[in-house]
């Protein structure tokens, strides 16, 4: 069985990483245009990335504002809860700087995995990078 993970950090420290998981999965397998996916706000933000067996497979950010995103595993490892990973550690450090609330926009295949976590999916569908998006939020107890 593989071990796994969850490193946090700045962009400085876990940008090359992360970039790189972000490249293949946006850019390239989901055709995000470079623009919107260098958006300018990763050196305000605080990375989250999980290796499997000391390699990086996964990476989310977790804004200032408590705001989640870029939440991307390589295909590879998708479908072995390793999101679940992820998330749970991205929701921890929320609870610790204080957020009362987190929120995300979630494509719409993804839903059913946020729901897993306890978020609530609302208002209506929307595009972003052409792709179908929900926001979501999850207030903590």
Not at 4 to 16: A, F, K, P, Q
Request: charged share 20%.
């Amino acid at each position: 069985m593989s071990k796994w993970h969850v490193t946090s950090g700045d962009w400085e420290t876990l940008g090359s990483a992360c970039s790189a998981i972000r490249k293949v999965v946006f850019i390239e397998e989901q055709n995000v245009p470079q623009a919107e996916e260098w958006d300018g706000r990763d050196p305000q933000c605080l990375h989250f990335l999980l290796h499997v067996d000391d390699r990086p497979v996964g990476t989310a950010r977790l804004l200032p504002d408590g705001h989640i995103g870029r939440v991307a595993i390589l295909e590879e490892v998708r479908s072995q809860g390793l999101g679940l990973h992820l998330m749970e550690a991205t929701l921890v450090a929320a609870r610790e700087a204080g957020h009362h609330a987190v929120h995300l926009d979630a494509q719409t295949y993804a839903i059913p995995f946020y729901e897993r976590l306890g978020f609530i999916a609302h208002g209506d569908e929307f595009l972003d990078a052409n792709i179908p998006h929900y926001h979501m939020s999850l207030y903590f107890q």
